[in-house]
T-cell receptor, first 109, second 116 residues
Framework: GQNIDQPTEMTATEGAIVQINCTYQ??????LFWYQQHAGEAPTFLSY??LDGLEEKGRFSSFLSRSKGYSYLLLKELQMKDSASYLC??????????WGAGTKLIIKP | GAVVSQHPSRVICKSGTSVKIECRSL??????MFWYRQFPKQSLMLMAT?????????EQGVEKDKFLINHASLTLSTLTVTSAHPEDSSFYIC????????????FGDGTRLSIL
């Protein structure tokens, strides 16, 4: 079967750095996406990785290792507004998007 | 860019009512639109995928006759929840993508449906 694993919940301090991990087992791989979802709102696109390595976009970076079936989202200089759920999603060989359950990130002052 | 508009944002109605939700891509042509539902504190669940001008592909367990999807143009898809019951109460979200497989899905703001 296809599976995306990410921690259920993480807590971090304002101004700090946090890394949210995602591991996947899917039938084929055609890219990995990270989305942010605030409570009661729809997800918003953060990043896309299809090749190994680090993609940096402002305070957010995303890393991919296809051989390990592993990705992480790195958030720097955390702000209170970063409190949200972070969803990892993998596109499989049929170009279907397989979603993780999301990681709820709690930022404390 | 890549704005997806979903309407209405909230619906409260009586059991047995049919509810139509619209999803529009405002600044791009959406070759594919997706409909999800999400229960509180749970992950997104894909209901169906629709391509313009063709029938929607429903996920296993999703009733085609209950959740009618129409994707009549490259900018509009509709989801109609027919004869809604309290168990259909959920957060329904549409998304749209275009072009190559490398494009992300862009989401509408969602519709919170409450059936009394």
């Amino acid at each position: 079967g296809q599976n995306i694993d990410q921690p259920t919940e993480m807590t971090a301090t304002e101004g700090a750095i946090v890394q949210i991990n995602c591991t996947y087992q899917t039938s084929g791989f055609n890219g990995l996406f990270w989305y942010q979802q605030h409570a009661g709102e729809a997800p918003t696109f953060l990043s896309y990785n299809v090749l190994d390595g680090l993609e940096e976009k402002g305070r957010f970076s995303s890393f991919l290792s296809r051989s390990k079936g592993y990705s992480y989202l790195l958030l720097k200089e955390l702000q209170m507004k970063d409190s949200a759920s972070y969803l990892c999603a993998v596109r499989d060989s049929n170009y279907q998007l397989i979603w993780g359950a999301g990681t709820k990130l709690i930022i404390k002052p | 860019g890549a704005v997806v508009s979903q309407h209405p944002s909230r619906v409260i109605c009586k059991s047995g009512t049919s509810v139509k939700i619209e999803c529009r891509s405002l600044d791009f042509q959406a070759t594919t639109m997706f409909w999800y539902r999400q229960f509180p504190k749970q992950s997104l669940m894909l209901m169906a995928t629709s391509n313009e001008g063709s029938k929607a592909t429903y996920e296993q367990g999703v009733e085609k006759d209950k959740f009618l999807i129409n994707h009549a143009s490259l900018t509009l898809s509709t989801l109609t929840v027919t004869s809604a019951h309290p168990e259909d109460s959920s957060f329904y979200i549409c998304s749209a993508s275009w072009g190559t497989e490398h494009q992300p899905q862009h989401f509408g703001d969602g519709t919170r449906l409450s059936i009394l």
